[in-house]
T-cell receptor, first 112, second 113 residues
Framework: DTGVSQDPRHKITKRGQNVTFRCDPISEHNRLYWYRQTLGQGPEFLTYFQNEAQLEKSRLLSDRFSAERPKGSFSTLEIQRTEQGDSAMYLC??????????FGNGTRLTVT | AQSVTQLDSQVPVFEEAPVELRCNYSSSVSVYLFWYVQYPNQGLQLLLKYLSGSTLVESINGFEAEFNKSQTSFHLRKPSVHISDTAEYFCAVKGNQGGKLIFGQGTELSVKP
């Protein structure tokens, strides 16, 4: 399977802890996107990369959130000092710019 | 700025009945529109897309959507639904920067026997 892969699928953490998620895009895709989805809502854009450059960040992405794509391949999303409001599904997607976004199965974060 | 409104949060229907899921968009740039489907605990899967050309687009599993520029709509329809169509459906418009998608709030389609 050469789709978008996200790890872990589920993460439970205590408030105040740091968490990191990983996304492996489709190998030939140069664009990578992070979205957040809460229950009953559509995905909300967080940030996107073209190769290793982070080109846009949503205002939703507070200072506690940081994303990297160091070699233009996989990406990580880190949340520092987690809060209960961070509980959500974090979705990663990739594209080659001309294709629609291909999504991974997401990482579900629960902050207790 | 682009935005998407899905007018129905939940649509319950009986199996083999027709269904329409409504979507209206707002965009000041060229319009590219998408429908994605999400099954429980999974990511989003592309159902169909409108980029240009024919205003009626179809998916391989019987869904179709029609781009209506004057109504700024992109409603999704299926003439006869199956139990397996039960899922969350999201309409999206392509943003004006970087290819990101702007999603609606979703419509939960529940098909009952």
């Amino acid at each position: 399977d050469t789709g978008v892969s996200q790890d872990p699928r589920h993460k439970i953490t205590k408030r105040g802890q740091n968490v990191t998620f990983r996304c492996d895009p489709i190998s030939e895709h140069n664009r990578l996107y992070w979205y957040r989805q809460t229950l009953g809502q559509g995905p909300e854009f967080l940030t996107y990369f073209q190769n290793e450059a982070q080109l846009e960040k949503s205002r939703l992405l507070s200072d506690r959130f940081s994303a990297e794509r160091p070699k233009g391949s996989f990406s990580t999303l880190e949340i520092q000092r987690t809060e209960q409001g961070d509980s959500a599904m974090y979705l990663c997607a990739s594209s080659d710019g001309g294709s629609p976004l291909h999504f991974g199965n997401g990482t579900r974060l629960t902050v207790t | 700025a682009q935005s998407v409104t899905q007018l129905d949060s939940q649509v319950p229907v009986f199996e083999e009945a027709p269904v329409e899921l409504r979507c209206n968009y707002s965009s000041s740039v060229s319009v590219y529109l998408f429908w994605y489907v999400q099954y429980p605990n999974q990511g989003l899967q592309l159902l169909l897309k409108y980029l240009s050309g024919s205003t009626l687009v179809e998916s391989i599993n019987g869904f179709e959507a029609e781009f209506n520029k004057s109504q700024t709509s992109f409603h999704l329809r299926k003439p006869s639904v199956h139990i397996s169509d039960t899922a969350e459906y999201f309409c999206a418009v392509k943003g004006n920067q970087g290819g990101k998608l702007i999603f609606g709030q979703g419509t939960e389609l529940s098909v009952k026997p």
